[in-house]
C-alpha cells in the first residue's frame, strides 16, 4: 500500500525555521526518488527540492541556500529543513515519490496528504 505522511507544518514568523518531515512505506522509499512539492493558495503546485537518481539534492531557485532535504534510510523518512523562511514560502507542502529520472517540473506520482507552512510577517 502507497503512504507518505507528511508532518512538520506550523505557524512561523518570517526568518524562523521549520523540520518538515515525511514517512513513507518501504515499498515506495525503496525504489523511488522523493522529493517535496508545495502549492500556495490559487497557484499551480511547484517543485522544491528532491534527491537525483544519483543521490545528490537538487532545489528550486527560490529557495536554494534556505532549504535542505535529507533522507533517513532506516527510517524510510525525507525531511525538508527549511530556514531563513519568507511569507512568500506560505503554502500547503506536500511529499512525492516518482520514479527515478523523471522531470520534476511536471507534478505526478505518489502524494502525501500535505502539510500547512504559514509563515506571517
Known amino acids: 500500500q502507497v503512504q507518505l505522511v507528511e508532518a512538520g507544518g506550523g505557524l512561523v514568523q518570517d526568518g524562523g525555521s521549520l523540520r518538515l518531515s515525511c514517512a513513507a512505506s518501504r515499498s515506495i522509499f525503496r525504489i523511488n526518488a522523493m522529493g517535496w512539492y508545495r502549492q500556495a493558495p490559487g497557484k499551480q503546485r511547484e517543485w522544491v527540492a528532491a534527491?537525483?537518481?544519483?543521490?545528490?539534492?537538487t532545489y528550486t531557485d527560490s529557495v536554494k541556500g534556505r532549504f535542505t532535504i535529507s533522507r533517513d534510510n532506516a527510517k524510510n523518512t525525507v525531511y525538508l529543513q527549511m530556514n531563513s523562511l519568507k511569507p512568500e514560502d506560505t503554502a500547503v507542502y506536500y511529499c512525492n515519490a516518482r520514479p527515478y529520472g523523471s522531470d520534476w517540473s511536471r507534478a505526478f506520482g505518489y502524494w502525501g496528504q500535505g502539510t500547512q507552512v504559514t509563515v506571517s510577517c
Open positions: 534527491f537525483t537518481s544519483d543521490g545528490s539534492t
